[in-house]
Every structure is written in structure tokens, then in C-alpha cells.
T-cell receptor, first 113, second 112 residues
Framework: DGGITQSPKYLFRKEGQNVTLSCEQNLNHDAMYWYRQDPGQGLRLIYYSQIVNDFQKGDIAEGYSVSREKKESFPLTVTSAQKNPTAFYLCASSIESGIIEQFFGPGTRLTVL | QKEVEQNSGPLSVPEGAIASLNCTYSDRGSQSFFWYRQYSGKSPELIMSIYSNGDKEDGRFTAQLNKASQYVSLLIRDSQPSDSATYLC????????????FGRGTSLIVHP
């Protein structure tokens, strides 16, 4: 079955630690995205990538980093510089950069202890 | 700053009624419009896309677009309790920008 997987589903982090959220897709989509969702809020774009080895900052990139070494994978690292990282993180993909119907993974809920 | 506005709700309708969800957007050059359904604790699921003025129907769902008024809506006919969710409106930018801007969503409650 084609789709987007994210792991882990739940993640707990101590203050000062970096954590990496996994996002994998087997849809052969070129474009991938990371969003953050806080309670009662819409989706805010963190980073996006149109093609392997290329990515751009979104609206709230500070304190986050990404890589796109493979078409299928777009991991997100939440660094200790992110002051309020507790949120629901969503990865999405679209078939190509000009097509913006996005498909979402199941999400990772990150909690800072 | 491109904005997409939705009434946060909750919108409460009885089972079998028509639910009407509304969205306005600020970027007059926007070309593509989407409705996502998000159940509590889950990720958004694309349910409708619309690109031209008028209505687009898919089963019980109808999307309506009025670019002159910068307004897009979603009608759900014969609402079911399983339709209870948050509905997110997403609008892409103009000038070739393909990154959508999301509204905060409207919570819909369908009561038996």
C-alpha cells in the first residue's frame, strides 16, 4: 500500500535535547513538507522540499532542521533552540511541486518534559 | 501576509441536516482551494478541491467557490455523526506559489 509513514507516534523529550522525527513516503512524490499544529491552530509550515538535496524554510523554521538525501525520506530535527516544541507534527507530500493536493502522514505528537 | 479565515465554531447541526462551512481568503490571486477533514488526534484528509468558480459536487459534499467575493464554502448534505470533525480550508498563493495557507478550521458536531 502506498502512503506516508511517520515515527514515532508519540515522543517525549527533555529540555535541551535534540530529537529527530521520521517521515517516509512510497508514493514517488517529489515534494515533501513539515507542518506544526498547536491546539486550536491551523497548520504552520516549517520546511518544504521540492526535490532531493534541496529544501526551503517555511514560516516557522527557527529551531528546526531537515535533510532530503533520498526522495522517500524527509526527517525533521527539533533542536534545543526551539523554545516551545510541544506540538503535533505533520509530514505531507504532493506528487510534484506544481501540484498542491497534499497527502498527510499520521503525525507525531511531541511533548517536552 | 496571506490570510485564510474560518469561524472556529463549533457548528452544531442535527443528523440529516445540511452543514455549511465557510472560508474567506485575502489573496485575490489564489487559484486553488481545498477542504480537509481532521478527526480529533488524527491527521488531515483531503476531501474536496476546487479550482474554478461555481459548485463542485462529490457525493454528499459540495464545494462552492466565488473568487470575486474571495469566498469558498463546503456543504455537507444529510450530515451524519461520523462527519463530526474539524474542517480545514486551504488556499494556495498567487504568483506561482504552490504552498497552501491553512485556516484554523471549523469544528463540526453532528448530533443524533
Amino acid at each position: 500500500d502506498g502512503g506516508i509513514t511517520q515515527s514515532p507516534k508519540y515522543l517525549f523529550r527533555k529540555e535541551g535535547q535534540n530529537v529527530t522525527l521520521s517521515c517516509e513516503q512510497n508514493l514517488n512524490h517529489d515534494a515533501m513538507y513539515w507542518y506544526r499544529q498547536d491546539p486550536g491552530q491551523g497548520l504552520r509550515l516549517i520546511y518544504y522540499s521540492q526535490i532531493v538535496n534541496d529544501f526551503q524554510k517555511g514560516d516557522i523554521a527557527e529551531g528546526y532542521s531537515v535533510s532530503r538525501e533520498k526522495k522517500e525520506s524527509f526527517p525533521l530535527t527539533v533542536t534545543s533552540a526551539q523554545k516551545n516544541p510541544t506540538a503535533f507534527y505533520l509530514c505531507a507530500s504532493s506528487i510534484e511541486s506544481g501540484i498542491i493536493e497534499q497527502f498527510f502522514g499520521p503525525g507525531t505528537r511531541l511533548t517536552v518534559l | 501576509q496571506k490570510e485564510v479565515e474560518q469561524n472556529s465554531g463549533p457548528l452544531s447541526v442535527p443528523e440529516g441536516a445540511i452543514a455549511s462551512l465557510n472560508c474567506t481568503y485575502s489573496d485575490r490571486g489564489s487559484q486553488s482551494f481545498f477542504w480537509y477533514r481532521q478527526y480529533s488526534g488524527k491527521s488531515p484528509e483531503l476531501i474536496m478541491s476546487i479550482y474554478s468558480n461555481g459548485d463542485k459536487e462529490d457525493g454528499r459534499f459540495t464545494a462552492q467557490l466565488n473568487k470575486a467575493s474571495q469566498y469558498v464554502s463546503l456543504l455537507i448534505r444529510d450530515s451524519q455523526p461520523s462527519d463530526s470533525a474539524t474542517y480545514l480550508c486551504a488556499v494556495n498563493g498567487s504568483g506561482g506559489s504552490y504552498i497552501p495557507t491553512f485556516g484554523r478550521g471549523t469544528s463540526l458536531i453532528v448530533h443524533p
